[in-house]
């Protein structure tokens, strides 16, 4: 099996296991307790939130364990809103956001929130202007994605950032999870208030994240109970976990991209000879990891089947879209045809990947293509 669908999950570093497993064992005692087990697990618990801190240039107590990217999204975007309504209940997203953000904004105009969602380019990248075209007195809160799940495109979020220096009443959240340790960002140079990261998507656990929130943001929780986590994350802490997590983001932000980078870019210039192939993705303005195509007259599904059964995982959309039947929300935000929308797949690479898995995958493209739009002309 060739994996190249990194950005849906990823394979458990060898090391990060052994790290879970020698923490649940030797640090399995309550880190609320006050016996010397507890106490034991707290300090190895602190232990992991402190390296994490250290590496993302943040202090200690901006370092919240969450179990992943939702979790800290929705804990960002929902806490924040309900936290500052006072001040006004206006947000401001993209059309693009992942669903756990997303969603998390429909839930809100439930509760009586306004949210404006802000059209990208055609190359699946939003304007500073435009979000700053819809800043009011009432918007506290403006969420807007590093990087894009299924396109890979960078959104511009420290120029956000600069231009919300002139909106203080305004809170800044940021869904890094694809971004993180694949493209440079720096949390405070961008002004960033709050800040989802998961570890399974950097060859971690899954279950496994956390929200960096600044010491200037205010949150209201979303679970009620024994207030762990500074108040804001109820729940036993997972310090085998937080341990885990540290090794992965250690791995993470040492690891060289510059081989991802080489083997997208020999696909997207390889695929681009090939007249049937469209690239969503946009050059130059985009993560290392990730390629999203589509193949003219032929549906995302049929293509992933086919792949599949020649040895190769891509994915369609997200995985948390992809069993849906709807074209892709993100690109019919680019101006897509529904049609060439309904037939991308994305391709999203790790360093574990080759440029001769690469070179197979073309080959085998070359073939599986041309044999699915013969059936596809045969049904007509």
Same mark, same amino acid.
């Given at each position: 099996?060739?994996?190249?669908?990194?950005?849906? /999950?990823?394979?458990?570093?060898?090391?990060?296991?052994? /790290?879970?497993?020698?923490?649940?064992?030797?640090?399995?005692?309550?880190?609320?307790? $006050?016996?010397?087990?507890?106490?034991?697990?707290? *300090?190895?618990?602190?232990?992991?939130?402190?390296?994490?801190?250290?590496?993302?240039?943040?202090?200690? !107590?901006?370092?919240?364990?969450?179990?992943?990217?939702?979790?800290?999204?929705?804990?960002?975007?929902?806490?924040?809103?309900?936290?500052?309504?006072?001040?006004? *209940?206006?947000?401001?997203?993209?059309?693009?956001?992942?669903?756990? +953000? @997303?969603?998390?904004?429909?839930?809100?105009?439930?509760?009586? @929130?306004?949210?404006?969602?802000?059209?990208?380019?055609?190359?699946?990248? +939003?304007?500073?202007?435009?979000?700053?075209? +819809?800043?009011?007195?009432?918007?506290?809160?403006?969420?807007?994605?590093? +990087?894009?799940?299924?396109?890979?495109?960078?959104?511009?979020?420290?120029? #956000?950032?600069?231009?919300?220096?002139?909106?203080?009443?305004?809170?800044?959240?940021?869904?890094?999870?694809?971004?993180?340790?694949?493209?440079?960002?720096?949390? %405070?140079?961008?002004?960033? !208030?709050?800040?989802?990261?998961?570890?399974?998507?950097?060859?971690?656990?899954?279950?496994?994240?956390?929200?960096? %929130?600044?010491?200037?943001?205010? &949150?209201?929780?979303?679970?009620?109970?024994?207030?762990?986590? %500074?108040? #804001?994350?109820?729940? /036993?802490?997972?310090?085998?976990?937080?341990?885990? &997590?540290?090794?992965?983001?250690?791995?993470?932000?040492?690891?060289?991209?510059?081989?991802?980078?080489?083997?997208?870019?020999?696909? *997207?210039?390889?695929?681009?000879?090939?007249?049937?192939?469209?690239?969503?993705?946009?050059?130059?303005?985009?993560?290392?990891?990730?390629?999203?195509?589509?193949?003219?007259?032929?549906?995302?599904?049929?293509?992933?089947?086919? &792949?599949?059964?020649?040895?190769? #995982?891509?994915?369609? /959309?997200?995985?948390?879209?992809?069993?849906?039947?709807?074209?892709?929300?993100?690109?019919?935000?680019?101006?897509?045809?529904?049609? $060439?929308?309904?037939?991308?797949?994305?391709?999203? &690479?790790?360093?574990?990947?080759?440029?001769?898995?690469?070179?197979?995958?073309?080959?085998? $493209?070359?073939?599986?293509?041309?044999? $699915?739009?013969?059936?596809?002309?045969?049904?007509?």
């Amino acid at each position: 099996m060739i994996y190249f669908d990194n950005s849906a /999950t990823t394979m458990p570093d060898q090391s990060v296991l052994d /790290t879970f497993i020698k923490a649940s064992t030797r640090f399995f005692g309550n880190p609320s307790s $006050l016996h010397f087990p507890g106490m034991e697990a707290e *300090r190895f618990l602190e232990r992991a939130r402190n390296q994490i801190a250290v590496l993302c240039q943040v202090s200690a !107590d901006e370092i919240i364990f969450t179990s992943g990217g939702t979790e800290s999204n929705n804990l960002a975007v929902k806490g924040a809103a309900r936290f500052y309504q006072n001040r006004g *209940r206006h947000i401001v997203t993209t059309a693009i956001e992942h669903p756990s +953000v @997303f969603e998390a904004c429909r839930d809100l105009e439930e509760e009586g @929130f306004r949210v404006t969602y802000v059209q990208p380019g055609q190359n699946g990248v +939003v304007k500073t202007a435009d979000i700053e075209r +819809v800043m009011t007195d009432d918007t506290i809160l403006v969420t807007v994605m590093h +990087v894009n799940n299924e396109t890979g495109a960078i959104q511009p979020v420290e120029e #956000i950032g600069r231009m919300l220096k002139s909106y203080p009443q305004t809170r800044f959240h940021v869904d890094a999870v694809q971004g993180f340790g694949k493209v440079p960002l720096n949390i %405070k140079k961008a002004n960033i !208030d709050l800040l989802s990261v998961s570890g399974h998507k950097l060859h971690g656990l899954k279950g496994t994240g956390f929200l960096v %929130k600044r010491s200037r943001a205010e &949150l209201v929780p979303l679970l009620s109970g024994g207030g762990q986590e %500074k108040g #804001i994350r109820s729940g /036993t802490e997972h310090t085998a976990a937080a341990a885990a &997590l540290a090794k992965t983001v250690r791995l993470t932000l040492k690891e060289e991209v510059s081989s991802i980078q080489k083997m997208t870019n020999w696909l *997207r210039q390889t695929l681009e000879l090939r007249p049937e192939f469209v690239i969503h993705t946009p050059d130059g303005q985009a993560a290392p990891h990730i390629l999203n195509v589509s193949v003219n007259g032929v549906k995302g599904e049929v293509l992933v089947h086919a &792949l599949e059964k020649k040895g190769f #995982i891509v994915s369609t /959309t997200s995985a948390c879209s992809s069993k849906q039947t709807k074209p892709s929300r993100t690109l019919m935000a680019m101006g897509v045809h529904q049609d $060439l929308a309904s037939s991308a797949i994305r391709i999203s &690479l790790s360093s574990r990947n080759t440029m001769e898995e690469a070179e197979q995958f073309i080959e085998t $493209l070359d073939t599986i293509v041309p044999q $699915l739009a013969k059936k596809r002309n045969e049904r007509k």
